[in-house]
């Protein structure tokens, strides 16, 4: 906590932090849960989205929120 306090609220970074940054975030599996959560967000959007009318601008929605997971991985 200290370490993204000083980094990020303080604003005080050395050359090392990129690497420590980084290093945090593997092993706290940082991006595994961020995309499982954004999945689980597009998921219910699509679920929303069932009952609208089948139009091109559903399909666009549905897309929309494809696209968002699937450009991260």
């Keep these: ?15 090392a932090d990129l690497e420590q940054a980084l290093a945090l975030i593997a092993r706290h599996g940082a991006i595994e849960v961020t ?7 597009a998921a219910s959007a699509q679920a929303a989205l069932a009952g609208l009318a089948d139009t091109p601008f559903r399909q666009a929605l549905r897309d929309v929120a494809d ?7």
């Design 1 to 15: 906590r200290s370490f993204w306090q000083r980094t990020i609220e303080a604003q005080e970074q050395s050359a």
């Design 35 to 41: 995309l499982a959560r954004a999945a689980g967000y």
């Design 67 to 73: 696209y968002t997971v699937r450009r991260a991985r």
